[in-house]
């Protein structure tokens, strides 16, 4: 039984000693930042939305139209108790209105839905795969940059946080309902 307590012993000041000399290694560079995308189209433009600017993705639910007069407005849709407005994203991006919704795609930073016409599928492409958007025109005023995947697609990024301060601008300028 001696035996046994003393392999034990060394095994466990060998698993000690690991234990600290793996904190006195160098580590190894990162390997490459990646963006996590998820590919959608408008029409039968591709585009993509970051991952991170994403809550949820839902399949359509009912939208409860809304009389207002901002276009893109499409209504009010419920998420997880909580009722939020829901914004066709192809009229934000200056296309025609979306005919077919299919998914709704909440946003992280406020409580807004943006409707989308079709998903296509999740891209994770290198960050120096990401290019600036040089130039600002429609449809491309909210997009800061494209993706170019594998397939050599370039993928407008749509800034939704851009979008949102948009929608806030567009609301203050609302007459108000005390006003009419």
Known sequence: MTGSVASLTE?????????????????????PSAEDLLAI????????????????????????????????LRG???FRGAIVPVYDLATLLGHPPAEAIRWLATAASEPVAFAITAVDRH???ARDAVIPNETGEQP??????????TEGVAHPIVDLPSIIDAIKRLISLQPSAEGR
């Open 123 to 125: 891209l994770r492409v």
């Open 140 to 149: 491309y005023r909210y997009v800061r940059e494209f993706a170019r995947t």
């Open 11 to 31: 095994r466990a000041a060998a698993m000690r000693d690991a234990f600290d000399r793996s904190f006195a290694e160098t580590r190894l560079p990162n390997p």
């Open 41 to 72: 189209r408008i029409g039968t433009e591709p585009y993509a939305l970051r991952l991170s600017e994403i809550a949820a993705l839902h399949p359509l639910r009912r939208i409860t139209p809304l009389p207002g007069s901002i276009p893109a």
């Open 76 to 78: 009010l849709a419920g």
